[in-house]
């Protein structure tokens, strides 16, 4: 930390001495109070390969890690609009609370897809790091069976020719530790098969892929905690907001909410469709909005509820215009 503090210290004074604005900070986002996740180093290896039209997992991951935050932002913004609205008119409530609502789907959807991309890296993993325990295991027996197999025929060599009984041993032994090595080699030819190489200098290879691979996890993890931490806060503001609403003012919304949907929901719709592109699940979609239809407590359908609130009306006025008798009315 020291240098990192040192480095911060002496371009700063360089910005300050050539008269700009900029600064730079060496403490983490988290410890600067930011909820913005931070983006990975990409290398030029990665950014040639997206160059040449190569997809490269940091740069995907990068990109992905940057479109989250500008959510995060969005869902701020909303939440701020929401708050203004509830002073405001019935279409200005309603507009916040499908936006802020939009939000929270979009923001689901990440949620769902990054928690897919951690599922399958860690499928990958679990088998790549298994199958690399292994080969280290196999290659660590073909040199001992090796050096075991060099030790006799060097006893053998120096033994004499006459004999014969020891002689016979040592072939025997040696003939044994030839199988065994030939049957970890054939071993070590599928684990190579296995995981896409073909020899010892592919599988350091491999290894250094395992090592980006488990980066790239923790970042995911944490962009999860960051996507949740913020769908819970503005979740928690609808549900606030919803409860404000007058009683007399609920219907209206709800009608006013109703023809706002589709808009917005299509909004969501094209805007994944461009962030994802080929990869966009429809059916994902549809899970991430049955999800926070759930968590926003709207499990009926906006529809529903404005026909049943109706049903209820027309059941109260029926009943309002329906003549009483008493008992002791007279005949």
């Not at 030839?178 to 049957?183: A, D, R, S, V």
């Not at 023809?259 to 094209?270: N, S």
Request: aromatic fraction near 4%.
């Amino acid at each position: 930390m020291c240098w990192r503090k040192g480095w911060e210290d002496a371009v700063n004074l360089s910005l300050q001495q050539h008269q700009l604005s900029a600064r730079i900070d060496c403490r983490s986002n988290a410890d600067r109070g930011l909820e913005e996740q931070p983006t990975i180093h990409e290398g030029y290896h990665a950014r040639n390969l997206e160059a040449m039209g190569i997809p490269s997992t940091r740069c995907a991951l990068n990109c992905q890690i940057k479109e989250d935050n500008r959510l995060l932002k969005e869902l701020k913004v909303q939440i701020q609009k929401l708050t203004k609205a509830l002073k405001e008119s019935i279409p200005a409530i309603a507009s916040a609370l499908e936006s802020l609502r939009s939000r929270l789907v979009t923001l689901q959807y990440h949620v769902l897809h990054d928690t897919s991309q951690q599922r399958a890296i860690s499928e990958v993993l679990d088998k790549a790091i298994t199958l690399v325990k292994e080969y280290k295991s196999v290659q660590k027996k073909i040199t001992g069976k090796i050096s075991e197999k060099k030790a006799l025929q060097a006893e053998k060599k120096i033994c004499s020719p006459l004999k014969f009984l020891q002689i016979r041993q040592f072939n025997q032994k040696i003939a044994a530790l030839t199988e065994e090595i030939e049957e970890l080699k054939s071993r070590k030819a599928y684990l190579f098969s296995c995981l896409n190489c073909h020899n010892d200098s592919d599988m350091k290879a491999i290894q250094q892929k395992i090592e980006k691979m488990q980066d790239t996890q923790k970042r995911l993890k944490d962009q999860l905690v960051s996507l949740n931490e913020q769908k819970e806060t503005g979740t928690l503001n609808f549900l606030e907001t919803k409860e404000k609403i007058s009683p007399e003012d609920v219907d209206a919304v709800l009608e006013e909410r109703e023809k706002l949907r589709p808009e917005k929901m299509q909004e969501v719709r094209e805007h994944l469709e461009g962030t994802f592109q080929s990869a966009f699940r429809n059916d994902m979609l549809q899970k991430a909005e049955k999800i926070i239809n759930s968590e926003l407590q709207e499990t009926e359908s906006l529809r529903s509820i404005l026909h049943r609130l109706h049903q209820k009306e027309t059941a109260l006025k029926r009943q309002s215009r329906t003549p009483k008798y008493h008992k002791n009315q007279e005949r």
